[in-house]
């Protein structure tokens, strides 16, 4: 996966149905959890301003992904669940370190 640090884009294969795409996005959810564990240990596993800069700074970088050849609708909609879903994973991790 070629990454343009530049235009904080990269370029990856497209999946060819619907199961591929449900893969994809499962092994990029676990890892992103997997990274938001090790910043959690980084901080002594609590939470604090760290996690609401973390997720502040995810969802700026999602909302200024630039996609090619999407119809509006489908974009607008596709960047609304990956939001949601960038968010949902901060807190579950900030209901975690609460309750630990």
Known sequence: MPYDPEKKQFSMATPENMQ?????ITAMGQSVMTLLDKLAEAHG??????????EQSLIRDAKSIVSEDIHVAVEARGMRLGIEAVSAMVQRLRRRLTTS
């Open 20 to 24: 591929e795409a449900a893969l994809l």
């Open 45 to 54: 596993n609590r939470p604090g301003a760290w996690l609401d800069e973390i």
